[in-house]
């Protein structure tokens, strides 16, 4: 078996001849020579209205790093010779005037890929997304659109189909925004799950406000503990209007008796956005406190979540 070059050196590129008419047909040719003395040549660019072209020529696709690969020789001449004589995809084709995003979706990709994915604005994050599901098109003004409209990454995620449509989004770009938010709730809730929740308070706060900040409507989320604070259930017990939720205490401890809960911390969001407690809040928390306390449960606390931060009731002095 051939040794994997532990190494990859830049070569020389294609010749100025070829080089222009590459670019001429939106392509970019770069050689790579490794430290074992082989080559490859890797074709990148607009290739997609050239796939089959690249195919038969011999190219290999490289889906990490959108590319294509060719490992036997320079495929420069041979690439602009098939391509000057090819009626699908030629080079007058390509030669018409290029519109002002030509090439921006194949940079996005390689800046993501090189490690700048921290570093990129939350539109060219949303422009990634929608690069699987609306093909060749200049995506960044609807990126910048539904941020606009729903104030943040988050709301764009969490939009109802309804409101996405109006973008003439298709069910394709709205089950990737529905599963992406979905992922994202599960492995934050990954990080409070099987530890003291006590000890672990800013993930159980993130967990809280990538699940529920962004919702249209209100919900009453329980989060029973045992004896050391390890979460042993989050459940959602109740979900109401936009500004309210009925809550019954005597269900909130019946709930945490079936599940042998020693204590247990109320979560509850405000659609409004503004996430300080109303009157409401107050009165049924002591409520809940009074008939938890009872029977031998605590209640550590009652958390609001609202899309502009949080409110802890014991922090508050409010419990």
């Known amino acids: 078996m051939a040794r994997r070059p532990s190494k990859i050196e830049e070569a020389a590129p294609p010749g100025p001849g070829h080089h222009s008419a590459l670019n001429q047909a939106g392509l970019r040719i770069s050689a790579h020579a490794n430290v074992d003395g082989t080559a490859t040549y890797h074709v990148g660019g607009n290739t997609h209205p050239h796939r ?18 060719f490992k036997a020789e320079d495929p420069s001449a041979a690439i602009v010779e098939a391509l000057a004589t090819s009626n699908s995809a030629g080079l007058e084709e390509a030669a018409s005037p290029k519109p002002h995003y030509w090439g921006h979706r194949q940079r996005l990709r390689e800046r993501f890929l090189a490690g700048a994915a921290s570093a990129l604005p939350d539109y060219e994050l949303l422009e990634l997304l929608l690069f699987f599901s609306i093909p060749r098109r200049d995506v960044k003004p609807l990126a910048k659109q539904l941020l606009e409209r729903f104030g943040s990454l988050g709301g764009v995620l969490a939009a109802s189909p309804e409101l996405l449509a109006e973008f003439d989004l298709d069910h394709h770009s709205i089950v990737h925004f529905r599963a992406l938010r979905e ?3 599960r492995l934050a809730r990954e990080e409070v799950a099987d530890r003291p929740v006590i000890g672990s308070w800013q993930k159980l706060l993130d967990y809280c406000r990538t699940t529920m900040a962004h919702n249209k409507t209100e919900q009453f ?22 500004d309210h939720t009925p809550v019954y205490p005597r269900e909130v401890v019946k ?5 042998g809960a020693s204590s247990l911390i109320m979560v509850h969001n405000h659609p409004s956005g ?6 409401a809040d107050i009165d049924m928390t002591e409520e809940v406190k009074a008939a938890a306390e009872a029977l031998g449960i605590a209640l550590h606390d009652h958390v609001v979540i609202g899309r502009k931060g949080h409110t802890s009731f014991k922090s508050a002095g409010l419990l």
């Open 52 to 69: 089959l072209t690249m195919r038969r020529l011999g190219g290999e696709w490289d889906k990490l790093h959108q590319v294509w690969v």
């Open 255 to 259: 709930r945490a008796l079936q599940l």
């Open 183 to 185: 992922t994202a709730g």
């Open 274 to 279: 503004d996430p300080t407690p109303s009157q």
């Open 221 to 242: 989320r329980l989060l029973f503990l045992d004896r050391k604070n390890t979460l042993i259930a989050d459940e959602v017990q109740q979900e109401g209007t936009v």
